[in-house]
């Protein structure tokens, strides 16, 4: 057999070489300056006088009987007219009851038996209570100012402080491509 001459071929690739430095950011953020001064509200309060109390316990003197003379013989005149009209009212009904003597009974001794226990009507006081005594209480009237308070703020913020650096790429041939053909030795003699 009979060898048949080759071509032999040898390849290189380019190959790239990379430097690489990567960027930088650095932020730095300041406090902001904040001051707040306040003034209190203030409230101020003044009274013009004091105030009054009236205490009239003249209804409750008058129901112990102990009160001016004036207005317990007021009252007792007052009554005094009921007590004679009651009185008028109980003659009548004795008057009808001797007129009615034909009904039977006893109507004198019933009658006699009757007034001689009976009760006298007089004066009477009315009933001593906390009721009979008038307060009267006219409050004083408070004047008020106020004043109102303030806050004042002052604020100031400190800008960002950004520093950056840039990152570079450097890039180089790190090896270069090649092409290498090599022809076989041919023997010419035959």
Same mark, same amino acid.
């Given at each position: ?6 071509? +032999? ?18 932020? !730095?953020?300041?406090? @902001?300056?904040?001051?707040? &001064?306040?003034? *209190? ?26 009160? &001016?003379?004036?207005? =317990?013989?007021? *009252?007792?005149?007052? +009554? ?11 003659? /009548? ?12 009974? $006893?109507?004198?001794?019933? $009658?006699?038996?009757?007034? @001689?226990?009976?009760? /006298?009507?007089? =004066? !009477? %006081? ?5 009721? $009979? /005594? ?5 409050? *004083? ?5 106020? +004043? +109102?308070? %303030?806050?004042? /703020? ?10 950056? %650096?840039?990152?570079? %790429? &450097?890039? =180089?041939?790190?090896?270069? *491509? ?13």
């Amino acid at each position: 057999m009979v060898s048949i001459p080759r071509i +032999q071929i040898f390849q290189q690739y380019a190959q790239i070489g990379l430097d690489i430095t990567q960027g930088k950011a650095e932020m !730095k953020m300041p406090k @902001a300056t904040f001051e707040m &001064d306040a003034k *209190n509200p203030k409230v101020l309060v003044t009274s013009s006088g004091k105030a009054e109390m009236r205490i009239n316990q003249d209804r409750a003197w008058d129901a112990l009987a102990i009160g &001016d003379h004036l207005p =317990y013989m007021q *009252n007792i005149y007052q +009554q005094g007219k009921q007590i004679s009209l009651e009185g008028i009212k109980r003659r /009548v009904q004795d008057g009808d009851r001797l007129a009615a003597i034909h009904l039977g009974g $006893n109507p004198i001794a019933e $009658n006699a038996k009757q007034h @001689a226990f009976a009760e /006298v009507p007089i =004066y !009477k %006081t009315g009933p001593a209570s906390t009721l $009979n /005594v008038d307060v009267k209480v006219t409050p *004083n009237t408070p004047k008020i100012d106020s +004043q +109102q308070g %303030t806050v004042d /703020v002052q604020s100031q913020q400190i800008p960002f402080e950004i520093n950056f %650096t840039f990152g570079k %790429t &450097d890039v =180089y041939l790190l090896q270069k *491509n090649a092409l290498d053909v090599q022809s076989p030795q041919i023997d010419m003699q035959i």
